[in-house]
């Protein structure tokens, strides 16, 4: 019988670096603010129905 290639984690503490929590809390700020996620909703639904303006003719203009 194969064993799982995971195991239930059993720690009760983990330790991570001071960077890794600030990732963690930025990720968690930004899930929780409900007009940025409708902000980048919007943004992604721009970008699929096209309307955007490319880099490279902001800059030739």
Do not use: C
């Not at 064993?3 to 930004?30: C, F, G, Q």
């Amino acid at each position: 019988m194969n064993e799982p290639l995971h195991r239930e984690h059993r720690a009760r503490w983990i330790t991570i670096s001071n960077d890794e929590y600030d990732s963690m809390k930025s990720t968690i700020e930004v899930l929780s603010d409900n007009e940025l996620l409708k902000q980048i909703q919007e943004s992604r639904d721009d970008y699929r129905l096209g309307r955007f303006k490319k880099l490279s003719k902001l800059i030739d203009s």
